[in-house]
C-alpha cells in the first residue's frame, strides 16, 4: 500500500465517521464541531484528488463563511429554541422518521449496486484517456487559470454570489434578533 492509499483511507475514515457523528449526536455544539472536522478532511480529500482549487474553496467558503455562520446562528439562538430540541425523541427511528428511513437506506442500496457495477477501471472514457495522454496531471497552471477566469470572466457571478451571502447573513442576524418587549 502506497502513502497515498493510507492518507485516503485515513481521510475517508475520518470524514464518513465524523459525518456520522454530526448526523447522530443530539448535543448541537459537537455536532457543530465535529462538522467543522468533517469539512477539513474533505478537503483532504479534494487535495488527494489533485483537485487543489476546489480544496482551498471547500476551507475557504463553507469552513470558513458557512460555518461561522451555522456558530453565530447556534450562539444567538434564544434558549428556548436549543431546549426544545435537546428534549426530542431519542429514539433514532421512530414511526414519524420511517419513510426517511426507508428512502434513506433505498438510496444507499442504489449506491452500492452502481458502484459494484460500474468498474471504473474499464470504463471505455477511461481506457481511451489514459491510452492517449489526455489525463490531468498536476501544475501550477490549472489554479493559476481558475483565478484568472474567476476574476475576469466569471467576475459578475461571482459578486452576485458574495451579495447573496451577505443578504443570508443579514438575514440570519434578523431572524436571531430578540424581540423588544414594550
Sequence with gaps: MSL???LFYLLGFITLAS???VAVTK???RSIFMFFITLF???GLYVLALADFVAITQIVIYVGGILVLILFAFMLSGKETLTALQEQRKQFVSANKMVSFILAVLFFAVLVIMITRIGADNLAWVKNAVSNKNDITPNVNMTDNIGINLMTRYLLPFEVVSILLMIALIGAAHLSRK???Q
Aim: aromatic share 6%; glycine share 0%.
Design 41 to 43: 478532511a474533505l478537503a
Design 179 to 181: 424581540e423588544r418587549v
Design 19 to 21: 459525518a456520522i457523528f
Design 4 to 6: 497515498i492509499q493510507i
Design 27 to 29: 448535543n448541537l455544539v
